[in-house]
């Protein structure tokens, strides 16, 4: 059987070494590197990705390096990625400015500082609740409202932009609230104001400046909000990232999220010293993003939707899937390796996925003689 | 203020804590005080610790007053005179006990070289900062601290005499070796706690090289003349322990050679090798199956006596026999009774252990490992002087392991043969190596102990000097005549037919879930449908229906359960376990139904 090259392949060679050179080898190179029919890709990779973690429970290294932010590494952020998680414990951003501001480390140090988060709490020393008043007061320190550049008026302003009644007396804000007839609801009150973002942007609580070997300055930091970010006039969109995968699918789309995923697989697996072909999880991330959103590999993602009922039940509570199979009248066609072992039918991977078919006058066989399906 | 516990109970408050602590310690000194009082002032929670119950640790420290310690020479040489002992040199406060608190607040030096205006205490010997079983190892203090900890387990394991009565004792699992001897290279604490009465271990000829590949990744080589010399030669010994049971209702069991209407009887050729009294006698050979203690029981339910008839009730035979695994020759019977008067009968069973491919050895060094091959001596390489060494060990374990005591102790044993003598290795205070060395070479060797070597096979000189010497090595427990298991077919469990597991009762070796996802791997789909054959089972199904049906293999006619006599029915061949697990979802209300071939 011959294999075709497909033809952008063969302009590229052409393109790189000539008219006259020799098809032939790139026919060789391109069948040696073609996955034989019936090899059992995801197993190879899930071995590949397997083994290499294995050496990482056992040697975790801190990264000594250019920023004191400390990212989560290592097998724990392996495990991260891999199940989709949608709060991840260390996100940062790495925020590239476009190129006239990012020559000046004072621009990128005055931006850096612009979109660190300043939240209410961190100004208000103390407050008082009053259900006779019915009021709020909080309490502020005025030396060091002024180290973080706020007056009070500031604060009221932000305070009266969510629709409350304030009043300024001395070093304080008194917030009435005449619809309060408990304590709690004071109490949500004050939660809400204490979460408030005065300056910045949300979620981004540390900047450090980088800079590069061109004498170009970026910023990292710890959190991540992708959306607001990006909105910015200074920032350059096209390098600017964020660690964070599920963020990255909403705000870029899957196939950056997908990137993103290979990325920081093969950027882990690099800190601690191993290699795995880039192949294998190239294939794991497609597993996770092909439906359009980004499933973790376990049983609320990619495992919990395998077809077979059998492979399902025995991966976790397999009694959840045997009943709704059961009520669903699920039929398992036993094409997946696992029930194949379960019911010791030869599995069609490899050997087994080839088969004799006897040719009687010229005449197929109808049907498979050995097949089996299970029906709940 | 501070607070005062006496024994962790708050007994009082002072203004003059370090006060108390000092005229305790002087009155321990001076007698006035009993000298297991330990007192310690804690600055960190304010408060003065005195101890005086038993059961704490303490340690004997020599005290040390303006730098000079308290034992002098004088003192030494009464003490080996006999003229005074280490409890007047307590009494005279010049050694005392230190428990775990005191000791925080004293500064102690190692040896009297690095004694300071500022210590407090001196340590009587530089060893006492290990254990007794690391002081038993020699130059130990060259080795990494962590090869000491395996050298300590290694020492632990091996085998040798380990009790002088070992042939009148009845111990579990126990392995003596025979040609023990104490080392040439020891260190003093060997004597002092005559340890020469249990050797572990012998002296060999050890070449550092390696040799045909064999002795790889910690494996080593052993002349097989040797061993047939005797060398390392080693018998197991397993007791069988049987008593005379009384039972309520006055039936007991009885000793005997069960007849032939007891439930369970074996057959004649098993019971062949019991006495009269139902015991096999000492020096016969035995093998695994054949009966050592012949035994019956009563039955143990008192089940359905036949109403009709009122005969004896049967017996059912319980006698003891030699493991599967094993074979020996029966080395003692005892014959006695236990406190509650019953008979008491043991049977010991030896097994003669030559050295083996697989059997374990080790050094005092940490360096552990099986032997990999045994060579004739006319195979073995050899010295100039025409030495052949007893063993080959692989010079690629030293380098990772840093472990310099084992090369040490090899330059050591060399001198020690050649000179007739025995070295001091005892850490840090034994004999240096320069001496060492230097009387290598008085015997007309090379310093560094490394000796020209020739090849046996073709008779040239190898390329590179040997490292050759004399050191103890232990024979360690683990041997493979013990351990070693395989099957090829064997027994199934009842339910799930599939193999049992473990080495007593002949088990399988499992094919485990990765080992599964190897095999689909590498595509090899067939061969693991035959490897997870071992429970297959055929079951009929109806085709039409889809449920398990009826049949008659020998009459080929079978009938569905649900669809009758005419049901189409189809053989297939599945594993047992998903046969059970079609029948547990049945019993869960579940209905699981098999659509056979063109269905879909």
Redesign the interface.
Known sequence: MKIEVPKKYIEKFIEKYGKNADIGRLQAAYERSLI?K???VG??A??SLGEASTQLTLRTKHTAGIAALNTTSGLPRIVEIFDAKKEISTPTMNIYLKPEIEKSKQKVAEFANKIIEIKASDVITSYNISLRRKELTLFFDKEMLRSYGFTLKDIDRKLSDIKLNTSIEENRIIIKDQSADSVKKLIRLRNKIINLTLSGVKGISRVIVNETEEKKYWVMTAGSNLKDILKMDEVDQSRTMSNNIIETAEVLGIEIARNLIIKETLETLENVGLVVDIRHIMLIADAMCFSGEVKGVNRYGITGESSSILARASFEVPLKH??N??LEHD?D?FKY?ANN?????????????VKLISLDYGRKD??????????? | MSLVFVDGDLVGKTDAARDIAKKIIDGRRNGDINQNVNVRYREDIDSLIINTEGGRLTRALIVVKNGKPLVTDEDIDLLKQGRINWDDLIKRGKIEYLDADEEEDAYIALDEKSLTEEHTHLEISPLSVIGLQAMMLPFVNHNNAHRSVIAIKSVQQGVGIYSTNYRMRMDNDIIVSYDQEQPIVKTRIYDKENIKAHPIGKNIVVAVMSYLGYNMDDAIIINRSSVERGLFRSSFFRPYKVAELHYVGGQKDEICIPDKDVIGYKSEDAYRLLDEDGIVSPGTYVEGGDVLIGKVSPPRFVSSIDKFRLGIQKRVESSTECRQTEHGTVESVFVSSTSEGNKYVSVKIREDLPVEIGDKFGTRSGQKGVVGMLFKQEDMPFTQSGIVPDLIFSPYSIPSRMTMGFLLELIGGKVGSLGGRFVDGTPFIGENEKDLRAELESYGFRENGVEKMYNPITGDEIESKIFVGNMLYTRLKHVVTNKIQWRAKGPVQLLTRQPTEGKSKRGGLRLGEME???F??????????ER??S??VTIPVCSKC?TVAVYNVKKKTGYCPVDGEDAPIKL????N??KI?LDE?KS?G???????????
């Open positions: 034989t019936g090899e059992d197993v190879i899930a071995q045997l009943i199979a059961s039929i066609e390796v072992i379960i019911s010791n039918q030869v599995a069609p991977v490899g050997t087994g996925s109808e049907g498979k003689p050995e097949g089996k399906n299970k029906e709940k | 599964k996802d190897c689909i791997a590498y595509g090899a789909a067939l061969a693991l449908k997870f054959d429970d297959k889809g297939i061949e599945v594993s376990s998903f697990l979802l869960m579940i209905y699981p139904k098999l659509l056979i071939g063109s269905r879909i």
